[in-house]
């Protein structure tokens, strides 16, 4: 069974600081990954999508992919209070029909 | 929210009896999927279709069905809604930038089975 592992925290961040969230998957064939930003009741929202070796940067986000060693992470730079959610990572297979997510961080920045 | 739409968006019903979920959609995405959310388990997927009348199962099918008519329209139906059941539940359709994988969901359905 794919697996998507990621710390539950909460990650507590001060504002202004980089917040560094990880997330390590199983299926060595996974071409796609993703990461979605969650607020409390609402549904799922996508921020970053990466698809090779290397840094991806987007404003304040950085995603990070290293496939050699099955991990992917995300940098939140310049942390804000608006930042604090749940962060969701999302793993894709070969054909990209399907999405496997970890079970997601929950992201503290305090003023 | 990629033109997605979930009703009802609440519902309380009592076990046994059975409960029909629907997911529109306004831009004609191929790919529609079913996914519930609780706590500690993060999104696990149902259901999905790739096309009016072809849908498979996702990793936590039993107890759900679903059906595609329409392009715009997937509905999930849970037979006969137990306790377990109760959940957090978000439609998605997978987008068509050209790149493989990205969804993008609708507003999610409360549904409590009492």
């Known amino acids: 069974q794919k697996e998507v592992e990621q710390n539950s925290g909460p990650l507590s961040v001060p504002e202004g600081a980089i917040a560094s969230l990880n997330c390590t998957y199983s299926?060595?064939?996974?071409?796609?990954f993703f990461w979605y930003r969650q607020y409390s009741g609402k549904s799922p929202e996508l921020i970053m999508s990466i698809y090779s070796n290397g840094d991806k940067e987007d404003g304040r986000f950085t995603a990070q992919l290293n496939k050699a060693s099955q991990y992917v992470s995300l940098l939140i730079r310049d942390s804000q209070p608006s930042d604090s959610a749940t962060y969701l990572c999302?793993?894709?297979?070969?054909?990209?029909?399907?999405?496997?997510f970890g079970g997601g961080t929950r992201v503290l920045v305090k003023p | 929210d990629a033109g997605i739409t979930q009703s009802p968006r609440h519902k309380v019903t009592e076990t046994g009896t059975p409960v029909t979920l629907r997911c529109h959609q306004t831009?004609?995405?191929?790919?529609m999927y079913w996914y519930r959310q609780d706590p500690g388990h993060g999104l696990r997927l149902i259901h999905y279709?790739?096309?009016?009348?072809?849908?498979d199962k996702g990793e936590v099918s039993d107890g759900y069905s679903v059906s595609r008519s329409k392009t715009e329209d997937f509905l999930l139906t849970l037979e006969s809604a137990t306790s377990s059941q109760t959940s957090v539940y978000f439609c998605?359709?997978?987008?068509?930038?050209?790149?493989?994988?990205?969804?993008?969901f609708g507003p999610g359905t409360r549904l409590t089975v009492t």
């Open positions: 831009e004609n995405h191929r790919y």
């Open positions: 998605a359709i997978r987008g068509t930038s050209g790149r493989a994988g990205e969804q993008y």
């Open positions: 999302a793993v894709g297979g070969w054909a990209g029909n399907k999405l496997t």
């Open positions: 279709s790739y096309g009016v009348k072809d849908t």
């Open positions: 299926d060595r064939v996974s071409q796609s």
